[in-house]
């Protein structure tokens, strides 16, 4: 489904990003696995064979970021996909939320990732092959209590979503989002059992996702079989209500 | 680098004849340089001179010699 694909994926040594590219290679595709850690993201390649390399850089800075891309344009050239996993969350109320972390929450779920979309559409020059996926959340789409930092920086990835999606068609690039609700990765690695079990009573399918699951639909987002599904941010949320 | 090879960019990404590509063509000036065709030019002269275009001087690229000055940057110089 991804054969000869190049997809390049940010946060790609663990959850969801992990489970991605896990499935990329499976489906295919060789797989750029960027991320901050070295050690982790090397293993990761190692893991995976020889379809997978791994990419070590800071994801939010700019000089970076750019010198990245000048190397991928050297050596393969070309992209096909990119999958904005990379994010973090800080949970506080309003009162509690430091400037600086919310900064550095728009820093990395946002800022990076309108960055790497720029850069990557320039690579993206093969026609029909063009497609980004961004990973927004059911907290940017509907808002929660105590995340209003993230919620934001979610929210505003749905805008650049929707708003490449109509620039990026002239040039036949695909832009959507998934939104995903409560997925068992280590993003909640600091909820306690009590927060979890809560969380949980609010998915009508009663389970927390998997990494996998949403990997599935990322996979089919950056595949020809979603070639006419553009500007759009899919939930994948077990039917939570928040 | 030839400015034929400058030339033949902007003609091929702007889909105008090689007589209009002056130095004085400037973006926005004409309809067949709007800002869908701008990323396409972008895209045609790094596939050209085997570059790549930093996002400031993507903005800066105003006209044709503006264009002839950034790329000497870039140590492409179209004589
Ligand atoms: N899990 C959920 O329930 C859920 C729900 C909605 C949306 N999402 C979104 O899904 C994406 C993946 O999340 P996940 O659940 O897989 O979380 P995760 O297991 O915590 O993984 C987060 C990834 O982002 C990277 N990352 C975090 N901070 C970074 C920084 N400052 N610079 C560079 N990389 C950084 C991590 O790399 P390191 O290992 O180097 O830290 C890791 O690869 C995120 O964008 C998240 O917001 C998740």
């Known amino acids: 489904m991804l054969q000869d694909k190049v997809i390049l994926i940010t946060g790609a040594n663990r959850g969801i990003g992990l489970a991605t590219a896990q499935v990329c290679i499976a489906l295919g595709a060789t797989v750029l696995l960027a991320g901050r850690n070295e050690v982790q993201l090397e293993l990761v ?8 390399i791994a990419m070590c850089y800071d994801l939010t800075d700019e000089t970076q970021v750019k010198q990245a891309f000048a190397h991928i344009k050297q050596h393969i050239g070309h992209l096909d996909g990119l999958v904005n996993n990379a994010g973090m969350m800080h949970n506080a109320p309003a ?23 720029q850069l990557a559409s320039r690579l993206m020059r093969k026609p029909g092959c063009g497609r980004v996926v961004n990973l927004c959340s059911i907290v940017g789409e509907r808002g929660a209590a105590g995340q209003s930092a993230y919620a934001a920086s979610k929210a505003a990835l749905t805008g650049i979503t929707k708003s490449l999606a109509k620039e990026l068609a002239a040039q036949q690039i695909c832009v959507n989002a998934v939104a995903p609700g409560f997925i068992d990765t280590e993003l909640h690695s600091d ?52 | 680098m030839s400015e034929s090879q400058l030339t033949q960019a902007f003609v091929t990404a702007l889909g105008i004849s090689a007589e209009q590509v ?48 950034i790329l000497h940057k870039y140590q492409v110089n179209p004589e």
């Open chain 1, 45 to 52: 390649a190692e893991q995976l064979g020889e379809r997978a």
């Open chain 1, 95 to 117: 009162a509690m939320t430091s400037l600086d972390s919310l900064q550095q929450q728009l820093t990395l779920n946002t800022v990076a990732a309108f960055q790497h979309i």
């Open chain 1, 191 to 242: 909820f306690s059992d009590k927060q979890r079990e809560n969380i949980i009573n609010t998915v009508g399918l009663g389970r927390m996702g998997t990494p996998r699951e949403v990997a599935d639909l990322i996979s089919f987002l950056l595949s020809d079989h979603a070639a006419y599904i553009t500007g759009q941010i899919i939930g994948i949320d077990g039917g939570m209500q928040l």
């Open chain 2, 22 to 69: 002056t130095d004085e063509l400037t973006y926005n000036e004409i309809d067949a340089w709007d800002s869908t065709a701008h990323m396409i030019l972008i895209a045609e002269l790094e596939d050209t001179f085997d570059i790549m275009l930093d996002t400031d001087d993507i903005i800066d690229m105003s006209s044709v010699a503006k264009a002839k000055q």
